[in-house]
């Protein structure tokens, strides 16, 4: 059931929190992306897991701006079809959302979709302005990862053989 208790102009700013965060972690802005964070949030990130505050928020951003930047660069972080729940307490709220991850390859002058997924975020206003206390990414890299809440009733595909048959069963 729907809890519209949220404020629409609560929901216009959750929605612009969004927008701080992909700014910020797009461009390698790191103060816009701090500024979308709590003191003590978490952040969970498929590949780098879960950290808490804006010490290692920061070194993270930083590890995927500039460890990867080849593959990080030309990003954009789409993030809609929001779902919010107030929780009990006031000013707190679970947003869940789709996220699609769109790149553009610098090198090939292209453009691709790089991910698509669920994100299970934890907002609050405890600190004056909607800020992020929990976010967590669910990138969808197997069939396993999508939510999908009724029956799977498609076959699931075969395994593919092993390619290099020099590397399955080398002979001496």
Same mark, same amino acid.
């Given at each position: 059931?729907?809890?519209?208790?949220?404020?629409?102009?609560?929901?216009?700013?959750?929605?612009?929190?969004?927008?701080?965060?992909?700014?910020?972690?797009?461009?390698?802005?790191?103060?816009?992306?701090?500024?979308?964070?709590?003191?003590?949030?978490?952040?969970?990130?498929?590949?780098?897991?879960?950290? &808490?505050?804006?010490?290692?928020?920061?070194?993270?951003? /930083?590890?995927?701006?500039?460890?990867? $930047? #080849?593959?990080?660069?030309? @990003?954009?972080?789409?993030?809609?079809?929001?779902?919010?729940? &107030?929780?009990?307490?006031?000013?707190?709220?679970?947003? /869940?959302?789709?996220?699609?991850?769109? $790149? #553009?390859?610098?090198?090939? @002058?292209?453009?691709?979709?790089?991910?698509?997924?669920?994100?299970?975020?934890?907002?609050?206003?405890?600190?004056?302005?909607?800020?992020?206390?929990?976010?967590?990414?669910?990138?969808?890299?197997?069939?396993?990862?999508?939510?999908?809440?009724?029956?799977?009733?498609?076959?699931?595909?075969?395994?593919?053989?092993?390619?290099?048959?020099?590397?399955?069963?080398?002979?001496?």
């Amino acid at each position: 059931m729907p809890n519209w208790r949220l404020s629409a102009e609560d929901r216009l700013e959750i929605q612009e929190l969004y927008a701080r965060y992909a700014w910020g972690i797009d461009l390698a802005d790191i103060d816009m992306a701090l500024s979308a964070f709590t003191k003590d949030a978490s952040f969970d990130h498929l590949w780098q897991g879960k950290v &808490e505050g804006h010490a290692a928020i920061t070194d993270n951003l /930083r590890s995927l701006w500039y460890d990867r $930047q #080849h593959w990080w660069i030309g @990003r954009q972080h789409m993030m809609n079809t929001f779902v919010m729940q &107030e929780r009990e307490q006031e000013g707190e709220a679970d947003v /869940r959302c789709f996220f699609q991850i769109l $790149q #553009h390859n610098v090198e090939y @002058r292209t453009n691709f979709v790089f991910g698509v997924g669920t994100r299970h975020d934890h907002v609050t206003r405890k600190e004056g302005s909607w800020k992020f206390q929990s976010l967590s990414v669910n990138a969808w890299t197997q069939l396993d990862d999508i939510p999908w809440k009724g029956d799977i009733t498609l076959p699931r595909p075969p395994k593919a053989p092993n390619s290099n048959p020099d590397k399955a069963g080398a002979r001496s």
